[in-house]
């Protein structure tokens, strides 16, 4: 175990030191992870004392949260309020408080599966990725960064330090769903967010990111073709019926054993509809019927 005095002081060690380092916060996925005997490392990195990447701030037209900002305190935050709600929904079924008040924004993303709640929030959010080096620092999309099951775009050197996304404004919400086999502590049969943007005193989509934790893969990623069919449209029982019917040919989803491949389809596509339709009213204060 390494102890660093700092971020500099740690991205100097996994500097000096790549093979078999892992970095560690609280632990609430890796330490699951050694014990099943998935992964065996050299050396852990302990990061929970870096306490300058625990932040939640709004600069410039941009949220910006610290890799080690603890799903508690992100909730907790005066910024994470009205318009960004969406992450109380996710903080509602993530787990109890002990994993709350222990899992990271950091450590959620870099664990780069499909169980992870944040990641499709962020992915219709248009967040990216801060990442850090003793060499200097790059900004990777998140839907980029995420490139593979329990694979990220972090090289062997660098330290995640940051995600960021977009301001929303008034005319754009954020909502999300989670359907497993409890209303709490669950791992996702399905989980959904979507991004709804609509034109100026208009029901019509200006824009729509949606976004689940499996759509081709066992990763979070976009519905893009569904997100293409929805732009511009108006949001009403066709429109809605027609994106739902793209989205049912462009999930490419498995069987495994907590859940048929054919049970989630219809999860899907059901919730799909339930949070499009939430994000439409509470933008245009009307009543959409499907």
């Known amino acids: 175990?390494?102890?660093?005095?700092?971020?500099?002081?740690?991205?100097?060690?996994?500097?000096?030191?790549?093979?078999?380092?892992?970095?560690?916060?609280?632990?609430?996925?890796?330490?699951?992870?050694?014990?099943r005997k998935q992964i065996t490392p050299k050396v852990l990195v302990d990061l929970t004392g870096l306490h300058e990447l625990e932040y939640?701030?709004?600069?410039n037209g941009t949220i910006r949260i610290g890799a080690l900002t603890t799903i508690s305190e992100l909730i907790a935050s005066p910024i994470i309020n009205g318009r960004y709600d969406v992450f109380r929904e996710v903080a509602a079924k993530f787990g109890g408080?002990?994993?709350?008040?222990?899992?990271?924004?950091?450590?959620?993303?870099?664990?780069?599966?499909?169980?992870?709640?944040?990641i499709p929030v962020l992915l219709v959010l248009d967040a990216e990725v801060l990442v850090r080096s003793v060499h200097g620092e790059r900004t990777i999309p998140l839907q980029s960064?995420?490139?593979?099951?329990?694979?990220?775009?972090?090289?062997?050197?660098?330290?995640?330090?940051?995600?960021?996304?977009?301001?929303?404004?008034?005319?754009?919400?954020?909502?999300?769903?989670?359907?497993?086999?409890?209303?709490?502590?669950?791992?996702?049969?399905v989980n959904c967010a979507i991004y709804l943007k609509l034109e100026p005193k208009s029901s019509r989509a200006d824009e729509v990111r949606v976004a689940f934790n499996r759509v081709s893969g066992k990763i979070p990623q976009r519905a893009t073709e569904t997100e293409k069919?929805?732009?511009?449209?108006?949001?009403?029982?066709?429109?809605?019926?027609?994106?739902?019917?793209?989205?049912?040919e462009?999930?490419?989803?498995?069987?495994?054993?907590?859940?048929?491949?054919e049970y989630r389809l219809e999860v899907a596509c059901a919730v799909f509809k339930r949070v499009l339709l939430e994000c439409a009213e509470r933008l245009s204060g009307e009543k959409v019927i499907v």
């Open 56 to 59: 939640v701030r709004k600069e």
């Open 97 to 118: 408080p002990s994993i709350i008040n222990m899992a990271t924004v950091g450590g959620n993303i870099c664990s780069a599966s499909s169980s992870e709640d944040l």
């Open 250 to 261: 462009e999930l490419k989803l498995t069987s495994d054993f907590r859940v048929s491949e």
């Open 145 to 189: 960064f995420v490139d593979g099951k329990r694979s990220t775009g972090l090289k062997s050197n660098e330290m995640m330090v940051e995600t960021r996304f977009p301001e929303l404004d008034d005319r754009s919400t954020c909502g999300f769903e989670k359907i497993g086999m409890r209303n709490s502590l669950i791992i996702a049969f």
């Open 229 to 248: 069919k929805l732009k511009g449209q108006e949001l009403n029982e066709r429109s809605i019926v027609a994106g739902g019917s793209v989205l049912r």
């Open 1 to 35: 175990m390494f102890v660093p005095e700092n971020a500099a002081d740690a991205l100097q060690y996994i500097d000096t030191h790549q093979t078999g380092v892992h970095l560690i916060a609280n632990g609430t996925d890796l330490i699951n992870r050694i014990q």
